[in-house]
């Protein structure tokens, strides 16, 4: 649930099967993936920036560290959402997936519209049928959740669409847009609230945090698989 998602903010390396990244290298935005004497190959998010556990109300607005290509101006605010803080200045990387059911469903155009419209970035999208290993490292923070194998098998029933999208506070503003992990809680006007019943068959995934958007993009993209671009709206969308 969306709680849970908060309490597991952190940037713990990973270690991954080699077939599942067929570039043996890749380093963007902080991961870096290596190979280890045994084969393996290694994640590694060196970017701190991300939103921990709160502790006391004062983390309930936080202040990422700078990115290279944030916003010029010095002046940092924040709106508070109820489980995540959104940076107004911040541009971040989300990974959003379309799951087996919203594929098998036909929803995949309505569901990147939602993202389109609201003025992210696209910078990655493929059809993907995903692999157990890969499934379970995704999820590896559930891996004690009694659902989990029930998950595993879900997600890799059928192909998913893989998103990378960017934008200002993107992270905590599509986790919005996606609605509450349980989809009759969901509220209207949300793709889960609006296009699904069941938490088992919620049709999207978002990351629940910055430094996971980062975690998430680099083990489902190969490097070249994702583009940076300027879209022509862009004056439009920014002052
Ligand atoms: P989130 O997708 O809203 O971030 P998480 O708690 O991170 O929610 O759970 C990941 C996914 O695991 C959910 O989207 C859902 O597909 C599945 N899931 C979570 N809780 C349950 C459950 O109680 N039963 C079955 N599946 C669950
Ligand atoms: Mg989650």
Redesign the pocket.
């Known amino acids: ?2 709680m ?2 908060l309490a597991v903010f952190g940037g713990s390396p990973c270690a991954l099967s080699s077939s599942l990244l067929r570039s043996p290298t890749a380093d963007r935005n902080g991961c870096r993936l290596s190979y280890t004497s045994s084969h393996k190959l290694i994640l590694r998010t060196t970017h701190h920036n991300h939103l921990s556990a709160f502790q006391t109300q004062s983390h309930l607005f936080s202040n990422y560290p700078s990115r290279p290509h944030a916003h010029k101006n010095t002046h940092k605010s924040h709106i508070f959402l109820p489980h995540l803080v959104a940076s107004t200045e911040e541009v971040e990387e989300t990974y959003i997936m379309v ?1 087996p059911d919203g594929v098998q469903r036909g929803l995949v155009g309505e569901i990147i519209s939602r993202f389109e419209k609201k003025g992210f970035k696209l910078t990655g999208l493929k059809l993907f049928q995903c692999p157990k290993e890969l499934a379970e490292e995704h ?1 590896k923070d ?1 891996k004690s ?1 009694s ?1 989990f194998t ?2 595993i098998d ?1 997600i890799t029933s059928g192909p998913v669409v893989c998103m990378a999208w960017e934008g200002i506070g993107v992270v905590a503003s599509a986790r919005k847009l ?1 609605g ?2 349980n989809p009759l809680q969901a509220e209207p006007g949300t793709i889960r609230g609006d296009l699904a019943v069941q ?2 068959r ?1 049709v999207v ?2 990351s ?1 945090s910055p430094e996971n958007g980062k975690r998430e993009i680099a083990l489902w993209f190969k490097e070249d698989e994702v583009c940076q671009w300027t879209p022509a709206q862009a004056p439009w969308l920014r002052e």
Do not use: P, Q
Request: glycine fraction near 10%.
């Open positions: 649930m969306e849970e998602a799951k999820y559930l959740k659902f029930k998950l879900y996606i509450a992990t938490t088992g919620n995934h978002g629940d």
